[in-house]
Nanobody
């Protein structure tokens, strides 16, 4: 079992910045990849950024150049630095991880990010 606890959401004006953090605990030895997804009202949940244990990152096109994902393997945390925020970034952001033993996904409880125009 892996537990994920997110922090850092909130309200910000367009053009501003926010930093999300996610702390993992439990069976962290088998974590393969960590990342962030988001779900806006009336829309499907989408992956926005992932990072492997080795540091390989992947971003959805809409956040490239604005968001940066990073990972501290020693502290078992993953952060998402969000810059140049837009109103369309408004969503509930979920921390996600995938483990190899057993192969399964875990989700955080979600944190609200609201960007005002």
């Amino acid at each position: 079992q892996v537990q994920l606890v997110e922090s850092g959401g909130g309200l910000v004006q367009a053009g501003g910045s926010l930093k999300l953090s996610c702390a993992a605990s439990g069976s962290i030895f088998s974590i393969v990849v960590m990342g962030w997804h988001r779900q806006a009202p009336g829309k499907q949940r989408e992956m926005i950024a992932t990072i492997t244990r080795g540091g390989t990152t992947n971003y959805v096109d809409s956040v490239k150049g604005r968001f940066t994902i990073s990972r501290d393997n020693a502290k078992n945390t993953v952060t998402l630095q969000m810059n140049s925020l837009k109103p369309e970034d408004t969503a509930v952001y979920f921390c996600h991880t995938f483990t190899s033993e057993p192969p399964r996904s875990y989700w955080g409880q979600g944190t609200q990010v609201t960007v005002s125009s």
